[in-house]
């Protein structure tokens, strides 16, 4: 699909992404759990942006999960915790790794109120001329 120096790889992936997917493989091993939600988010990323590159327009149904995905609470948190150094106990990241209720609620809510706002930007923006 793409040709030389346009910044994609053969199946239309953009370049950074393949390198970040690859960062992502990289072996850490007190962070090998931690990794995983990172690796999720990024599979995410990559399902809206085929949807968006193909025209596709998911189903609430589909569209829900990758959203949750894609939201970056999980993620947010779990950076956190690791942030926190040695005060961030197991525990924790297994809770997190659970996906609790707040967590889900958090990222059903955050993702709609962003796509609301997103679709009312993109209909102010479409009557202004450049």
Known sequence: MGTAGSG?????????????????DMEVPEWEGELAVLKDMARAYLAEAKWYHDGYVP???????VAQESSGVRSLVTVSFLGMGELATKSAFDWIRSDPLIS????????????????????????ISI
């Open 104 to 127: 889900q609620a958090t990222e059903v809510i955050g993702r709609l109120m962003d796509d609301v706002a997103g679709h009312e930007v993109r209909l102010m923006t479409s009557f």
């Open 8 to 24: 994609r790889v053969r199946w239309g992936r953009p370049r950074w992404a393949g390198r970040y997917c690859g960062q992502l």
């Open 59 to 65: 189903t609430m149904e589909e569209y829900m999960p």
